[in-house]
């Protein structure tokens, strides 16, 4: 590679960690979205603090037949595109306490993608078609939360519903005061300083 090309390269890879900062603090689209206000997508029902690791388990399987659906409907493709993007607003679930801590910053939009999820299961067991995979799937679903009495409890978004047009991101006010999330954080910072010296070092190098 010249010398213009691995510049070229360098700066690429260095807009793509400003995205990656740029993300981690910029505010959430919506946050703490009213139940009372109209609906502008598709209502999703609230999901227990207990259901939402059972339901994760099966987050990506459920993608994964709603990708292989061979009709969709606007429903579907709303739904599929609302958990998708509300699992990319939530860090992709990787934070720390996410489920299982209610003062985590990332537990609203936990429930969300989740939430999400398990409405477009449901949906997809009352399309046309065969839907045997999806019903089964369900029916599985249902069984793990049923066997599990911690699907049982609760927590204070656990009542919250959710509308597909809206994005629920992270409660920033809360990451100062949530441990996990700030040694998370202080962990990525340190790995994106590293890059940026090491791409730094080897632009001096060439």
Same mark, same amino acid.
């Given at each position: 590679?010249?010398?213009?090309?691995?510049?070229?390269?360098?700066?690429?890879?260095?807009?793509?960690?400003?995205?990656?900062?740029?993300?981690?603090?910029?505010?959430?689209?919506?946050?703490?979205?009213?139940?009372? $206000?109209?609906?502008?997508?598709?209502?999703?029902?609230?999901?227990?603090? $207990?259901?939402?690791?059972?339901?994760?388990?099966?987050?990506?399987?459920?993608?994964?037949?709603?990708?292989?659906?061979?009709?969709?409907?606007?429903?579907?493709?709303?739904?599929?595109?609302?958990?998708?993007?509300?699992?990319?607003?939530?860090?992709?679930?990787?934070?720390? $306490?996410?489920?299982?801590?209610?003062?985590?910053?990332?537990?609203?939009?936990?429930?969300?993608?989740?939430?999400?999820?398990?409405?477009?299961?449901?949906?997809?067991?009352?399309?046309? $078609?065969?839907?045997?995979?999806?019903?089964?799937?369900?029916?599985?679903?249902?069984?793990?939360?049923?066997?599990?009495?911690?699907?049982?409890?609760?927590?204070?978004?656990?009542?919250?519903?959710?509308?597909?047009?809206?994005?629920?991101?992270?409660?920033?006010?809360?990451?100062?005061?949530?441990?996990?999330?700030?040694?998370?954080?202080?962990?990525?910072?340190?790995?994106?300083?590293?890059?940026?010296?090491?791409?730094?070092?080897?632009?001096?190098?060439?």
């Amino acid at each position: 590679m010249t010398r213009d090309g691995r510049s070229i390269a360098i700066r690429r890879r260095l807009r793509l960690l400003a995205a990656a900062l740029a993300f981690a603090i910029t505010p959430a689209t919506a946050h703490h979205q009213s139940n009372d $206000g109209p609906i502008r997508g598709v209502a999703i029902p609230a999901i227990s603090h $207990g259901e939402m690791p059972i339901v994760a388990r099966h987050r990506s399987q459920i993608l994964a037949l709603a990708a292989r659906q061979p009709v969709t409907d606007p429903t579907l493709r709303r739904l599929t595109g609302f958990v998708s993007l509300q699992h990319f607003a939530c860090f992709w679930g990787l934070i720390p $306490g996410s489920f299982a801590d209610e003062a985590s910053p990332f537990n609203e939009c936990s429930h969300a993608y989740l939430a999400g999820a398990r409405a477009l299961l449901a949906h997809m067991t009352k399309m046309a $078609g065969n839907q045997s995979e999806a019903r089964e799937l369900e029916a599985r679903i249902d069984a793990e939360i049923a066997a599990d009495p911690t699907a049982r409890a609760v927590c204070s978004n656990s009542s919250q519903t959710f509308d597909s047009a809206d994005v629920i991101g992270p409660d920033w006010r809360l990451v100062p005061l949530h441990a996990p999330t700030v040694l998370t954080f202080a962990a990525f910072a340190a790995l994106v300083a590293a890059g940026l010296v090491a791409l730094m070092w080897r632009f001096k190098a060439a």
